[in-house]
């Protein structure tokens, strides 16, 4: 059974940092794409960024030069969120999602309904 578990979130003032996890298991991970994804309140949920499994790394552009994504294949993946320079507005749930198919890595990785395994998620707050 696949489980996404988010952790890291937190409140912190603008300008700080925060790093967010997402431990996946029950399964195999890394030949999938894997995604963050936020939620706002009274907003849809917006694509972050995405690690392909064949290293390429994607970001929207709210957060280019602020958020990292990185991924650890080992026995078990973990997915990290790097978030830097935080803004009020990045404020959000956070989700880790994996790729609804192994092996790919095109512009479909950006649409959160391609993904068919979510976490819980994890709640960030900035504060101005």
């Known amino acids: 059974q696949v489980q996404l578990v988010e952790s890291g979130g937190g409140l912190v003032q603008a300008g700080g940092s925060l790093r967010l996890s997402c431990a996946a298991s029950g399964s195999t991970f890394n030949s999938y794409t894997m995604g963050w994804f936020r939620q706002a309140p009274g907003k849809e949920r917006e694509f972050v960024a995405g690690a392909a499994w064949s290293g390429g790394l994607y970001y929207a552009d709210s957060v280019k030069g602020r958020f990292t994504i990185s991924r650890n294949n080992a026995e078990n993946t973990t997915v990290y969120l790097q978030m830097n320079s935080l803004k009020p507005e990045d404020t959000a749930v956070y989700y880790c999602?994996?790729?609804?198919?192994?092996?790919?890595?095109?512009?479909?990785?950006?649409?959160?309904?391609?993904?068919?395994?979510w976490g819980q998620g994890t709640q960030v707050t900035v504060s101005s």
């Open positions: 999602a994996r790729y609804h198919r192994p092996y790919y890595s095109g512009s479909g990785c950006y649409n959160g309904n391609e993904y068919n395994y």
